[in-house]
């Protein structure tokens, strides 16, 4: 059962709007050699794009639902304590977004932080004109059209994304990565994101993605859950609040996260949940 307090219709309907004003700022940003850029204390930049959209975000939804606290990366958490609350990152793919390339996007979601459930998931790739958005228990929509992750691909092999290796490594679980490139012939390092969205719309069959924040997946757990996929998390090794994810079709899912050894500490999302191994 969804937040008994949230109108979800309202909700998605600000989450777009917010989502709107985010590509706007970050499109007319994108691309300029001037862009202001700084180094972050865990090495990844933010640039004065991400700082101005999120802003942007900010004062869309302190407009249309100015009851609901807001959770950004560029500019903390107006509630620490809050029981529901927006969570974005207002360019997550940075890297890419500095270097001129369009695999980026931008994140946001409506979490139930009491009972931990996101209500609302809206992912944009405003370079290449897709927006992602679902609600609970209204499906997940691209661009406006209904959006149903298929269990079969139908293809003869399977393609898997995963993020950054820095990020394996990070997160400690390098060897993963190692694996999968053992048991991947189609390893494809679509990240942040990007490879969500591919992870989403089935382009690729499942994604791999380790050391995510809050902000970098909340949008996603309730895509993937809404459009039919699985969606699984385990808590990171870098600790805190910080988990890794492995997310797509449920069949390729299960697959990998049977062959990276993933136990007892996984929680799963979506229509066929992991039955887990125990130790």
Known sequence: MAHRH??????????????????????????????????????????????????????????????????????????????LRWVVDPIDGTVSFVHGLPLFGSLLALHDVADDRVLVGVLSLPALGHRYAAAWGRGCTRNGEPLVLKPNSGRAR??????DPSWFRASKVLHDYHTLVDASPYLRGYADAF???????????????????????????????????????????????????????????????RLLGWGADVAAEGTEPLEVSRP
């Open 6 to 83: 949230v109108d979800l219709d309202r909700a998605l309907a600000a989450g777009l709007a917010a989502i709107e004003a985010a590509e706007e700022v970050v499109l007319h940003h994108f691309g300029r050699i001037d862009l202001a850029i700084e180094i972050k204390g865990d090495g990844s930049p933010v640039s004065e794009a991400d700082q101005a959209a999120e802003v942007a975000v900010r004062a869309v939804l302190a407009r249309l639902t100015p009851e609901i606290p807001v959770l950004g990366e560029e500019h903390g958490d107006d509630d620490p304590d809050a029981s």
């Open 158 to 163: 399977q393609i898997v994304s995963v993020g």
């Open 195 to 257: 490879g969500h969205a591919m992870a989403l719309g089935g382009g690729v069959d499942a994604m791999v993605d380790p050391g995510l924040q809050p902000w970098d997946l909340l949008a996603s757990r309730c895509l993937i859950r809404e459009a039919g996929g699985l969606f699984l998390r385990r808590p990171s090794a870098q600790g805190g609040k910080v988990e890794d994810v492995i997310m797509g079709r449920p069949g390729p899912v299960r697959e990998i996260a």
